[in-house]
């Protein structure tokens, strides 16, 4: 489900990523931190979207047209896509689940 486009940002050329993230790729996004430390050994053995998407500057929460999308009417679920049966685009994990919108911004 990934969709892309380029766009510039304070003279600086990225091609942007719209991806589905599983809850535990939205928990390390959001927080910082594993939704299951006792999993692994170390925060850094913990999968993130970053080990997917070395090349990404930043990757951020939400959608890439949310202001279009929801303007004055968002009520903070817009990020969520809801279930499905396709792996993590960011980690990878193939366990169906829910899903959320977050951006990669990859330097072009």
């Known amino acids: ?6 766009i510039g940002v304070n003279g600086e050329t990225f091609d942007i990523y719209e991806i589905l ?3 535990h790729c939205l928990i390390l996004l ?4 594993c939704s299951d430390p006792l999993e692994h050994d170390t925060p850094e053995a913990c999968p993130s979207p970053s080990d997917k998407w070395p090349e990404a500057e930043s990757i951020t929460l939400g959608r890439l047209d949310h202001a279009e999308m ?3 009417t968002c009520e903070g679920d817009c990020g969520d896509y809801g279930f499905s049966q396709s792996s ?3 980690c990878g994990d193939p366990l169906h689940g829910n899903r959320a919108y977050a951006v990669a911004w990859v330097p072009a």
């Open 1 to 6: 489900m990934t969709t892309s486009r380029r």
């Open 70 to 72: 929801c303007g004055d």
């Open 88 to 90: 993590c685009e960011g």
């Open 30 to 33: 959001a927080n910082g931190e």
């Open 21 to 23: 993230i599983c809850e």
